[in-house]
T-cell receptor, first 112, second 109 residues
Framework: NAGVTQTPKFQVLKTGQSMTLQCAQDMNHNSMYWYRQDPGMGLRLIYYSASEGTTDKGEVPNGYNVSRLNKREFSLRLESAAPSQTSVYFC???????????FGSGTRLTVV | GQSLEQPSEVTAVEGAIVQINCTYQTSGFYGLSWYQQHDGGAPTFLSYNALDGLEETGRFSSFLSRSDSYGYLLLQELQMKDSASYFCAVQGSNYQLIWGAGTKLIIKP
């Protein structure tokens, strides 16, 4: 019973490179989320998907795109990485919106 | 605007009781959640209050007063493993959770 699985766990990118962060959940949850967490700060919502087939912007969507591939998978893409996107990225899922999130273990991304 | 305020750091002694407060200002309110995050780890869900009052789950309790826009997390019989950051989060009028900046709980032996 894996819960929420994120890959990769660590990544270093050069400015301007692109990459996709993968997230999959095996709990049959409807809602999925991507957050970033900067040192000493709370979580900021990048994008979310309330249900399969829908995606919406969160608080800090600029520079990111998402795809809800199916009910299980929700990916986050950085098209042209910038140093300001250095952060820890968490994927989460929940059965109902905004309640009882289960988080993945995070992706530590450094953009140089 | 929407905001949550919680203390940045709280220190307590092993075996004692500690309370972490959270005040919020949001447009719309559907519930207050608490999450625990150990250093280098992912947040884990602790509790949720939609109605006024106290919810108890083992050594942890969470309280909500909607009229005061205030809640707290109470940790009893503190153990060293409770050293972590604790985040309050409010469910607003859309699907988004609004998160506090977190309270680092330091436990001394």
């Amino acid at each position: 019973n894996a819960g929420v699985t994120q890959t990769p766990k660590f990544q270093v990118l050069k400015t301007g490179q692109s990459m996709t962060l993968q997230c999959a959940q095996d709990m049959n949850h409807n809602s999925m989320y991507w957050y970033r967490q900067d040192p000493g700060m709370g979580l900021r919502l990048i994008y979310y998907s309330a249900s399969e087939g829908t995606t919406d912007k969160g608080e800090v969507p600029n520079g990111y795109n998402v795809s809800r591939l199916n009910k299980r998978e929700f990916s986050l893409r950085l098209e042209s990485a910038a140093p300001s996107q250095t952060s820890v990225y968490f994927c989460a899922s929940s059965e109902v919106p905004a309640y009882g999130y289960t988080f993945g273990s995070g992706t530590r991304l450094t953009v140089v | 605007g929407q905001s949550l305020e919680q203390p940045s750091e709280v220190t307590a002694v092993e075996g004692a009781i500690v309370q972490i407060n959270c005040t919020y200002q949001t447009s719309g309110f559907y519930g207050l959640s608490w999450y625990q995050q150990h250093d280098g780890g992912a947040p884990t869900f602790l509790s949720y209050n939609a109605l006024d009052g106290l919810e108890e789950t083992g050594r942890f309790s969470s309280f909500l007063s909607r009229s005061d826009s205030y809640g707290y997390l109470l940790l009893q019989e503190l153990q060293m493993k409770d050293s972590a950051s604790y985040f309050c989060a409010v469910q607003g009028s859309n699907y988004q959770l609004i998160w506090g900046a977190g309270t680092k709980l330091i436990i001394k032996p």
